[in-house]
């Protein structure tokens, strides 16, 4: 099916799966830095680089949620959007 003949429901399934793919990937790059900090934490404050690693943290954090929020939001918008059942 071509993006012209995709209805607004699939539209909004298709980036549903993209920010799930983004969230999926976002929460592994929050957990994997946090591991990281956690081994290499008194080193980087003796070498003055923790404050910028922990902004990086805190903004992958962020994103992680607005990619939550907007999930959430997307999914209810696909229950008003998903067609009725086709009667037998």
Known sequence: MSADTKTPFEHVN?????????????????ETLTAQWLLFDGELKK??????????????????DALNEQIAALEELAVTLQPPPEEA
């Open 47 to 64: 070498l003055k680089q923790a404050e910028p690693i922990e902004t990086l943290m805190t903004r992958q954090s962020e994103l992680h």
């Open 14 to 30: 298709d980036v549903l799966a993209q920010l799930k793919e983004m969230r999926h990937y976002a929460k592994n790059n929050v």
